[in-house]
Every structure is written in structure tokens, then in C-alpha cells.
């Protein structure tokens, strides 16, 4: 069978679109915490006062602080902790996969994001929306010379009619602080790649660009800190490479401090584990807190909710 011929069966073209105005959301404005919401201080640690004074201490010395995140910290309605804390000069460098961008665009220009995906996959309307699909698109095209999360935050800046809430973007607000805000996507896990308007030279293009940035963040790290939050797969595999491109290059990066923020219990993480074990394939754990220090630095995992973690940083890092 021709698989070349197969591929052109599908007409995307044809793939019906409506508008995400009148889709029932799960996470609105409303949602979002605010910044004097009481932290969590049941669950504060020694190693997370450890880890707010790295966060200090690469500040003082002009070291990259790196937040990698997934799309559930924009869920979870922690977008003006994150906003606030790159206004303040804590975060350096703004990162996350293709979904994260896509929940702080539709906040940025709907008010609200999170549909709800089980009713919607069962007649295929999951992720058609012309806004979002369209505009992220527009953008990308526009502007991926500049990478992928700076040609977002470049469509909001010249189209404001369209963002009444861009002021909870974090990527504009990044862009506004000119910071680096950085999307690493995999092609085809974003619902923007299913739309007819989608460029997969700009998009790949746009995010290869970003991960040029992420290599010249990383390449500073020395004395740094490099956060994960949330991010099972693309921020630990993308850290891992950028490092290893800064170390082959010949910048130091090896006195740096790491840690990774989830749920998921992992006991004894800085034991040695054999492959036998399932948390030996969780690369959060070999790619963000063990491998990038085992030379120098340190690297930390805490099991907490967002809700619970993030504002509980935010306190150590502004009280």
C-alpha cells in the first residue's frame, strides 16, 4: 500500500469549526487564586525554604531561575502567582508545553478555558474552536521567526481588541518583562494542530526557536535553578538535552540547583533504582533532580498539589 496516498485521504479542509464563545467552561477568571490567598504552611518544609533561598541567591548573583510548567498550573488558577513573580525578577525564564500555551490564550481572550473533554470527544467537536485554532495559528505563522511564545505574546500586543484579559497571560506578561517565554510542543498533542490553519513548518520552526532559548538560559545555569512543575515528559527531556548541549559547549552548568513539583509519591528518590522498578521511568525524577547533579548542585522532588506548592513559594520568595 502507497502510505504517501493514504496520508492525502483526509481533507482537512472539511473539518468543522465553531466558536469557542459558546462552549461551557471549567475554568473562568473567577478561578484564578489571589495573590494573598492563605498559604498551605501544614506543608512546609526545610527543603523548600532551601530551595526559595537558591531562588534568592541566583537573583542576587544574576543566574538564570527557570519555571518549566504544565498545563494544569494555568488550570489550577495560578497564572498571577506566576505573573507576579516575573514582574518581581524571581522567574528568569518562562517555559511550558504546547497545552499550557493554549489554557493562557484562551484566558487571555475568553475570559475562561477547560472544556470538557469527555462529552465533547464523543462527536468529535473536542478542541474545534475557531478562535483558538485560528488566532494561535495566525500567530504562530506570523511570527515564528521570533519563536513560539513570543509570536503569542506579539499577536496579544497588536491585537488587544481581541485580549480584554490579556493582563493574566503569563506569556504577555513575559513578553511585557521581556524575559524568555518559551513553548516546547509536540506535534499533534495540541488541539491547534487539528485545525485546517495549521502550519507544522511554523509551528516546529517557532518551536525550535524557543528551544534555541532554552539552551542560552540553560547555558547560564551555573548557580541557577531550573523548577519543573507538573511536567511528566516534555520539561525533564527538554532540560536534559538543553543541559547537554551547554555542557558540551563547554559552560559549566554543574553547581545548579533543580527541583520537580507533582503529585506522584516517589519514597527514597535519590536512591539508586533498577529498571524493575516503576518510578525508574519517571523522568522528572532522572532527568530534573538526579542526572543534572550528580557532579554538583542539588536537586529536590516534593510531592505537593500546585495549590498548594506555588503559593507556599510565593510566600517564602516575597513575605
Known amino acids: 500500500m502507497n502510505c504517501a496516498g493514504q496520508n492525502n485521504r483526509l481533507d482537512f479542509s472539511k473539518i468543522k469549526l465553531q466558536s469557542a464563545f459558546i462552549r461551557k467552561n471549567q475554568v473562568q477568571l473567577s478561578d484564578l487564586l489571589p495573590l494573598d490567598v492563605p498559604a498551605d504552611i501544614t506543608v512546609l518544609s526545610?527543603?523548600?525554604?532551601?530551595?526559595?533561598?537558591?531562588?534568592?541567591?541566583?537573583?542576587?548573583?544574576s543566574?538564570?531561575?527557570?519555571?518549566?510548567?504544565?498545563?494544569?498550573?494555568?488550570?489550577?488558577?495560578?497564572?498571577?502567582?506566576?505573573i507576579d513573580l516575573i514582574r518581581r525578577g524571581f522567574i528568569t525564564h518562562?517555559?511550558?508545553?504546547?497545552?499550557?500555551?493554549?489554557?493562557?490564550?484562551?484566558?487571555?481572550?475568553?475570559?475562561?478555558?477547560?472544556e470538557d473533554v469527555p462529552r465533547a470527544i464523543e462527536d468529535g467537536s473536542f478542541g474545534m474552536w475557531e478562535e483558538t485554532g485560528g488566532w494561535m495559528n495566525s500567530a504562530i505563522i506570523q511570527g515564528h521567526a521570533s519563536g513560539y511564545g513570543t509570536a503569542?505574546?506579539?499577536?496579544?500586543?497588536?491585537?488587544?481588541?481581541?485580549?480584554?484579559?490579556r493582563e493574566y497571560s503569563v506569556f504577555w506578561n513575559a513578553y511585557k518583562a521581556d524575559i524568555p517565554a518559551t513553548i516546547h510542543v509536540t506535534i499533534?498533542?495540541?488541539?491547534?494542530?487539528?485545525?485546517?490553519?495549521a502550519d507544522f513548518y511554523a509551528i516546529g520552526g517557532a518551536s525550535g526557536t524557543d528551544f534555541r532559548k532554552m539552551c542560552e538560559s540553560v547555558s547560564r545555569l551555573e548557580g541557577g535553578v531550573f523548577m519543573n512543575f507538573g511536567s511528566a515528559v516534555t520539561g525533564p527531556e527538554v532540560f536534559l538535552k538543553a543541559l547537554s548541549i551547554a555542557r558540551n559547549l563547554g559552560y559549566p552548568a554543574q553547581r545548579i540547583t533543580t527541583a520537580n513539583f507533582d503529585v506522584k509519591?516517589?519514597?527514597?528518590?535519590?536512591a539508586n533504582i533498577?529498571?524493575?522498578?516503576?518510578?525508574?521511568?519517571?523522568?522528572?525524577?532522572?532527568?530534573?533532580?538526579?542526572?543534572?547533579t550528580q557532579n554538583g548542585g542539588k536537586g529536590w522532588h516534593f510531592e505537593l498539589p500546585h495549590k498548594a506548592s506555588i503559593p507556599l513559594l510565593y510566600q517564602l520568595l516575597t513575605g
Open 188 to 197: 499533534g498533542a495540541d488541539i491547534i494542530h487539528q485545525h485546517p490553519s
Open 152 to 165: 503569542i505574546a506579539l499577536y496579544m500586543e497588536k491585537n488587544s481588541e481581541k485580549f480584554p484579559n
Open 274 to 292: 533498577g529498571d524493575e522498578e516503576p518510578n525508574y521511568y519517571y523522568r522528572p525524577r532522572k532527568n530534573i533532580v538526579n542526572r543534572p
Open 46 to 61: 526545610d527543603e523548600l525554604r532551601e530551595l526559595s533561598r537558591a531562588v534568592k541567591t541566583a537573583g542576587a548573583n
Open 265 to 270: 509519591p516517589l519514597g527514597d528518590y535519590r
Open 63 to 82: 543566574a538564570p531561575v527557570i519555571m518549566f510548567m504544565g498545563a494544569h498550573v494555568i488550570k489550577c488558577g495560578l497564572s498571577l502567582f506566576i
Open 94 to 114: 518562562i517555559a511550558g508545553n504546547g497545552a499550557v500555551s493554549i489554557h493562557d490564550f484562551e484566558l487571555a481572550y475568553l475570559g475562561a478555558t477547560s
